[in-house]
């Protein structure tokens, strides 16, 4: 952006992509990006998560993984409209799901490009993510990226199988997220 760009100039909509992909990685470079996870849940009668949903997904390394709905916050977008905008990009019309009464998230991850600064890892940024336990009360299936979407049981989404299904840190995101809700095994 040149020294004579106005602000009235810049286009600050945010539903379209608000940076290309050059200005996108000029800032990855020397920015925090802010970003919201949302763990899907299902709950039982008794409001106890009975099932974790996960992604199957294609990640920025060219590895095939199980992951989180993620996704930036956008210019001008609030938690709640980045979480919802995420959930429905991944899940779909008919997931339903039901944000958290306060927009306070149950951890927060900081992602790095050097995997051994905190055990969350993204190659191309460093990234505070948002994390959140979202349940998800419709019929939630693989849209748009996602090459597959499934209901875990809590025991097998804190299982070491999946575990080793996920990078970058995202299965301690999940477990992370059973220990909130009392449902890590």
């Known amino acids: 952006m040149s020294e004579l760009t106005t602000v009235s100039e810049i286009d600050t909509e945010t539903d379209s992509q608000w940076l290309d992909d050059n200005d996108l990685e000029t800032v990855r470079a020397r920015v925090p990006m802010v970003y919201v996870e949302a763990v899907p849940v299902r709950l039982d009668e008794l409001g106890q998560v009975t099932h974790v949903g996960l992604l199957l997904r294609a990640m920025p390394d060219g590895t095939i993984s199980r992951a989180l709905v993620s996704g930036r916050v956008m210019w001008g977008e609030t938690i709640r409209e980045a979480l919802m905008r995420n959930l429905d990009k991944d899940l779909g019309p ?26 969350f890892h993204d190659p191309r940024q460093h990234s505070v993510n948002l994390a959140y336990v979202v349940p998800i009360e419709g019929e939630a299936a693989a849209s748009q990226e996602v090459l597959d979407f499934a209901w875990l049981t809590t025991d097998e989404a804190a299982g070491v199988a999946v575990s080793k299904e996920m990078t970058g840190g995202q299965d301690r995101i999940v477990r992370r997220a059973l220990g909130f809700v009392g449902r890590l095994p």
């Open 94 to 119: 008919q997931a339903f799901p039901r944000l958290p009464a306060s927009p306070t998230p149950f951890t927060v991850a900081e992602y790095m490009p050097d995997p051994t600064q905190t055990g």
